[in-house]
């Protein structure tokens, strides 16, 4: 799989289609609750109470290949893991795919 990576500069995040899996970046999850005064902890055990965490053994305590199966740099990073299926039954009604750069 081929990726294209003139707009890459710093990789947030992968959905895995395969593995059923949205791999987010444990320094990127931070980041944005900084920015929006959310407690990282706090919504994390949200995240966990609402059966969204998973997928992905060992993620946000081990390292995981964030592009494996791509042609991205496959250095690994520590992820937050959150359940794909679980994530799109959930909240499949009030997301919308935004393009564009961060």
């Given at each position: 799989f081929e990726v294209d990576t003139r707009e890459v500069r710093e990789p947030i995040a992968r959905i895995a289609n395969k593995d059923k899996v949205i791999l987010v970046t444990t320094k990127y999850f931070n980041d944005w609750c900084?920015?929006?005064?959310?407690?990282?902890?706090?919504?994390?055990?949200e995240l966990d109470k609402r059966g969204l965490l998973g997928g992905v053994k060992g993620a946000g305590d081990d390292r995981v290949r964030l592009?494996?199966?791509?042609?991205?740099?496959?250095?690994?990073?520590?992820?937050?893991?959150l359940d794909y299926d679980m994530l799109m039954t959930q909240a499949a009604p009030a997301l919308k795919v935004v393009g564009g750069k961060r």
């Open positions: 900084s920015e929006h005064s959310v407690a990282a902890k706090w919504f994390r055990d592009f494996k199966g791509t042609s991205l740099p496959n250095h690994q990073q520590r992820c937050l893991a």
